[in-house]
Structures are given as C-alpha cells and as structure tokens.
C-alpha cells in the first residue's frame, strides 16, 4: 500500500475558478513535504517545501497547507489558469532517510 | 544554465537489448537519483548516489546497475532489457536531501521495450 494517497486522481475545472487537491500520508516521522508540478511530458518541478513544524506555505496562487496530526496537506489553487493544467504530486520525506515517497498525483484539467 | 539534461528522450528496445541511460547536472549537487515513472502509480526510486563514486539501492533496484564516476553524470544502466522495463525514467538532483532543499528533475527518457 502506497504511504502517500491522492485525490481526486483527476478533476476537470473552468478557468478562474478555485480547487484543492488533497494528500493523505502514512510516512511517520517525517522530515518535510513538498507538492510539485509535472506538466504533460515534462519532469516535475517542485512548488512548496514545508518542514513538519509548518502549517502552511504559498507560492503565488499556489497554497499548501499542512495537518501533521491528522498526516494531511492540501493545494489549493486560486484563480486558475489554462497552464495550470497539469498533474501535482505530494511527497513525503521521511525522517533521516533518502527514499522520498511519492504519491500517485491527481491530474488536473483547467478548461476555458 | 541547463539543469538536469537526460539523453536520449526516447528510445524502443528488444527484449534481452542493453542500454545505458545518461544524467547530466550543471548545479554541482551533491545526492543525484534515478526514478520510473509508471501509469497510476507515484514515482519510485531505483538508486540513488550521495557523491562521486558512491551509490546506493532504492526501491526497485533488480535489473538496473548505475555508476557515479563523475560529480555531474549519473548512468543507469539496464542489462538485459525486459518488458516489464517499459517506462518513463526520470534523473533528479539536489544538494542534499530533506530540508528545504528541492530535487531538480530532467524531463525524462522514454523506454519501451518490445
């Protein structure tokens, strides 16, 4: 069983409007989360780093939140645009250990 | 400035055929890593180096062997290719791990092995 589950694995929204993707994880303890971005037929690229001591951390639209009690963290994407389509991935970093784990990504379609 | 460069971008082998995918990083990062990426399914890590000369298994390390002879490249090797290889493969970097230290990936190699 993955530590790290994601949902919706898809959604389909029209641009401008808002949404919030959610990650669920198992991995304890844990050093730090990060989302990051994968674009169709691109390597993905990191969008927010919180440590376990942090609630949350925005990037711009992009705004990750962080429940370490509960072991959840959303993204939530404000305004958004036709680039913003794009599958997101939560990972987790296990406490003193290399192998980050990764969830499966929800893939998001922004439609005009 | 180019990052993380994989080369080739694509590539369609035999069954049994050998290959060696190349990782190149401009960012003098320390740790490099090579993970598949699979349909539905989150990246895996294969292996991993934390330095030059030195590497380590990750989670689905069988029929995959890396060397790390050089700072800035990063091998990973497939033996003798089989189809359950059939994958994209990412390379990323970073200065270390965790922290607030992001890994930078390349844009990946897609492999089918027929």
């Known amino acids: 069983k993955n530590q790290v589950e994601q949902s919706p694995q898809s959604l389909i929204i029209l641009e401008g409007k808002n949404c919030t993707l959610q990650c669920n994880y198992t991995v304890s303890p844990f050093s730090n989360l990060r989302w990051y971005k994968q674009d169709t037929g691109r390597g993905p690229v990191s969008l927010t780093i919180?440590?376990?001591?942090?609630n949350t951390k925005s990037n711009g639209r992009y705004t990750a939140t962080l429940d370490a009690d509960t072991k959840q963290s959303s993204l939530h994407i404000t305004a958004s645009q036709l680039s913003d389509s794009a599958s997101y991935i939560c990972?987790?970093?296990?406490?003193?250990?290399?192998?980050?784990?990764f969830g499966a990504g929800t893939r998001l379609t922004v439609k005009p | 400035n180019a990052g993380v460069t994989q080369t080739p971008k694509f590539r369609v082998l035999k069954t049994g055929q050998s290959m060696t995918l190349l990782c190149a990083q401009d960012m003098n990062h320390e740790y490099m890593y090579w993970y598949r990426q699979d349909p539905g399914m989150g990246l895996r890590l294969i292996h991993y180096s934390v330095g030059e000369g030195t590497t380590a298994k990750g989670e689905v390390p069988d029929g995959y062997n890396v060397s790390r002879l050089k700072k800035q490249n990063f091998l990973l090797g497939l033996e003798s290719a089989a189809p359950s290889q059939t994958s994209v493969y990412f390379c990323?970097?970073?200065?270390?791990?965790?922290?607030?230290?992001?890994?930078?990936f390349g844009d990946g190699t897609r492999l089918s092995i027929l």
């Open positions: 919180m440590t376990f001591s942090e």
């Open positions: 990323a970097s970073s200065y270390r791990t965790g922290g607030r230290q992001p890994q930078h």
């Open positions: 990972v987790v970093i296990p406490y003193n250990n290399n192998d980050m784990r």
